[in-house]
Structures are given as C-alpha cells and as structure tokens.
C-alpha cells in the first residue's frame, strides 16, 4: 500500500487553520481552482477536481482534541483509499500533516502530484485569509 505524506508550513494559528481543514462540506473554499465544486450529502461530499475528475469522499472521523479529519473514498478506481490531515502549533504558525494511503500502488504518483499543487494553495489561501482577517 502507498503511503504518501506531506507537511505544509501555514503562517497562520493553529485554531484558523484548523477551523478552515475541519469544515468538510466546504472544501474548495480552502483550495479554489484545485478543486472546483463540492456538495455534501449526510457524510459523503463530492467533489470536482480542476481535470473534471469527481470524487466521493466519506467523513470518518472529525477530532477537534487533536485537530485531525480523516475521510476515506470507498468507491471508484480505488481498491482503497483513506486521508487524514492534523494540524500541530509551530513556533511559525501551524504545520498541516496531510497522509494519504491507497491501492493501488500505479495511483501513488499522480496522487502525492495532486497534493503538492492542492498543498501550494492551500497554504496561500489560508495565509491570505489569515493575514486579511488581522488587519484593522
């Protein structure tokens, strides 16, 4: 099973950004143009990729102790795959650790691909917000 991790350095609280990741029926909020459109239904979002992929996407676990959403996407190309995302305090701001594990294997590199370009706009859209909702 690929196992790919990513950590994403956000100048921004942990509280903001947390509040942002946590919110799973609006998530191309945090990352416009990575992802184009997402509708919740109960537990399960869809959502549309920038390439027209749709995916659906059931919550399984939402921690506000520890900060850490975990959905899953049970149906679709996938043998399996799940995804978490925690957010940890950092002397900058917050440090997002995003993990994905799937089958098969083929999908390990557009994947780890895709969270690169969604990471770069999460980070700018998160810091945006965070710089605009500071200032007088």
Do not use: H
Not at 4 to 24: G, Q
Not at 52 to 57: D, F, H, L, P
């Amino acid at each position: 099973m690929a196992s790919i991790r990513k950590e994403i350095m956000i100048t921004a609280s942990p509280e903001y950004v947390w509040a942002a990741i946590r919110d799973f029926g609006a998530v191309q909020r945090i990352v416009p143009g990575f992802l184009t459109d997402c509708v919740l239904e109960g537990d399960i979002r869809t959502v549309t990729f920038f390439n027209g992929r749709v995916a659906r996407e059931r919550l399984v676990d939402i921690d506000d102790n520890m900060r850490r959403l975990v959905y899953a996407e049970p149906d679709g190309r996938f043998i399996t795959r799940s995804a978490s995302l925690e957010v940890f305090a950092d002397e900058r701001g917050s440090r997002v650790v995003w993990i994905n594990d799937l089958l098969p294997n083929e999908f390990a590199e557009m994947i780890g691909s895709n969270m690169d370009k969604a990471a770069i706009v999460l980070k700018e859209t998160l810091e945006r917000g965070a710089m605009a909702s500071s200032t007088p």
